[in-house]
T-cell receptor
């Protein structure tokens, strides 16, 4: 859905570098979700955030990964010291109230670690 | 722990016939279910949804059926068209959105 903006669309990082993925939700949406899709796999939940709060980060790897959704500005998914296994498509979705409504997705960021 | 499961990774159907995509879930607290369609290199797009108070929702060629006692839902596409070829994800709404692993549908002209 064009309303959720993710950038960059493609990101190439060398092993050990940091990757920053940005997500601007649809206007008026205060709930943001990050998902990862590995090759040949489905969408894996990573983290659910509301403005300035992490609601559920049960899908986030314990190390190197972090996410934030500040009061102003986009949500950021940060991956430190990237490894080859981090190569995947990362999708952000937003919803109006987090329950019983649709979540709208951005077009994703394809991260390639070389 | 996969709370939403799509056990068929792929499905091929002749154009004009019915496509039936299945989805099972484990958590009886889920109260809203959705289907998303995804083309390669694009984000998933919302297709159709159903509340747990209903057992059927129809939108044009797309119908979703919900069987709460069996914790099962299905998406019917009829008639199937080549443009329907995509990966279809089932999702359930609880504290967050739980997605299945997807079914790749190929509609053969």
């Amino acid at each position: 859905n064009a309303g959720v903006m993710q950038n960059p669309r493609h990101l190439v990082r060398r092993r050990g570098q940091e990757a920053r993925l940005r997500c601007s939700p649809m206007k008026g949406h205060s709930h943001v979700y990050w998902y990862r899709q590995l090759p040949e796999e489905g969408l894996k939940f990573m983290v659910y955030l509301q403005k300035e709060n992490i609601i559920d980060e049960s899908g986030m790897p314990k190390e190197r990964f972090s996410a934030e959704f500040p009061k102003e500005g986009p949500s950021i998914l940060r991956i430190q010291q990237v490894v080859r296994g981090d190569s995947a498509a990362y999708f952000c979705a937003s919803s109006l109230d987090g329950r019983a409504t649709e979540a709208f997705f951005g077009q994703g960021t394809r991260l390639t670690v070389v | 722990d996969q709370q939403v499961k799509q056990n068929s990774p792929s499905l091929s159907v002749q154009e004009g016939r019915i496509s039936i995509l299945n989805c099972d879930y484990t958590n009886s607290m889920f109260d809203y279910f959705l289907w998303y369609k995804k083309y390669p290199a694009e984000g998933p797009t919302f297709l159709i949804s159903i509340s747990s108070i209903k057992d059927k929702n129809e939108d044009g060629r797309f119908t979703v059926f919900l069987n709460k006692s069996a914790k099962h839902l299905s998406l019917h596409i009829v008639p199937s068209q080549p443009g329907d070829s995509a990966v279809y994800f089932c999702a359930a709404s609880g504290n967050q959105f739980y997605f299945g692993t997807g079914t790749s549908l190929t509609v053969i002209p």
